[in-house]
């Protein structure tokens, strides 16, 4: 299997995860989306990573999609659970974290444009969007929907939207408020799939 992404990415780093945690080998092919030169719609027409291809040459895209394709396989551990309605429930808080992906990723390449072209209206939004999202996880681990000592598609998910936060500095004071977040996310950081896909420091 190849995984085509990039070392940046809380997509990429959520299949990335997600593979190492089933022992299941892949080739990591480094494309870096934004560039000018890349490779990546060879893989997917709109040019976002992660793409996953197959040994059969079949190509995925989108980061949920790719994680259901790579669950059909039914290598264990289990990521996610058999009946369709939990399961639903699973990927909808997998949603909730791809969102404060999206949310974190906006804010970041808005923040890289020249100051004056920048839209702190638009900073705005995306960060209530994020707060909304974490307050919405506190409450999860809280209530024990979410626990921390459970590795699935949900607490991997939260962990690498978490950890883009941290390394993007986006949201910086987030874990005053929510300490059911951070144990979640700290247990699932000491694992060794997440020191293995840690972004790089600079
Ligand atoms: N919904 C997609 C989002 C993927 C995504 O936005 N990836 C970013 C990198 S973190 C990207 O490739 N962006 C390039 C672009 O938008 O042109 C997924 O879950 O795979």
Redesign the pocket.
Known sequence: MKLIG?YT????RKISVILLEKGITFEFINEM??NAENG?AKYNPL????ALVTDDGECW????LIAQYIELLDIAPALVPRDPKAALRMRQLESLA?GI??AG?VSVREQARPAAQQSPEELVRQREKITRALDALEAYTADGTLKADELNLATIAVACAVGYLNFRRVSPGWCATRPHLVKLVETLFQRDSFARTEPPKA
Do not use: W
């Open positions: 990039s990415s809380p997509f990429v989306p934004y990546v040019g976002k990573v992660p895209y989108d980061s949920p791809d992906m999206d990723l």
